[in-house]
């Protein structure tokens, strides 16, 4: 069973940084697309940044530069290194994982079990 449970959010302000984190099941490790999405109050989640099995990453246009998303298997945990932050990042984060159908790309369909989130606000 994959479990996954989100830590590290809290308030900061702007141009400010954040990492928050993923501790998720062992399974996750048998090369599992692994991301991070957010949702504002009032908007559609948003896919933010996702990692594929070949360790490939994409990253939304609206944090390209300036989030960075890693795995350190050893610990099974997932990070989300946040930087130069903006009251727009506000959202509740949730981490995601899903087995892959590809080896380089992981859709948002292939995301098959979430989070409980951790609240990011940014003030300006």
């Known amino acids: 069973q994959v479990q996954l449970v989100e830590s590290g959010g809290g308030s900061v302000q702007a141009g400010g940084s954040l990492r928050i984190s993923c501790a998720a099941s062992?399974?996750?490790?048998?090369?599992?697309?692994m991301g991070w999405f957010r949702q504002a109050p009032g908007k559609e989640r948003e896919s933010v940044a996702r990692?594929?099995?070949?360790?490939?990453?994409y990253y939304a246009d609206s944090v390209k530069g300036r989030f960075t998303i890693s795995k350190d298997n050893a610990k099974n945990t997932l990070y989300l290194q946040m930087n130069s932050l903006k009251p727009e990042d506000t959202a509740m984060y949730y981490c995601?994982?899903?087995?892959?159908?590809?080896?380089?790309?992981?859709?948002?369909?292939?995301?098959?079990?979430w989070g409980q989130g951790t609240q990011v606000t940014v003030s300006s």
């Open positions: 990692m594929f099995r070949d360790g490939g990453t």
């Open positions: 995601a994982a899903g087995p892959p159908r590809f080896l380089n790309w992981c859709a948002v369909s292939d995301f098959e079990h």
């Open positions: 062992k399974y996750t490790n048998n090369g599992y697309c």
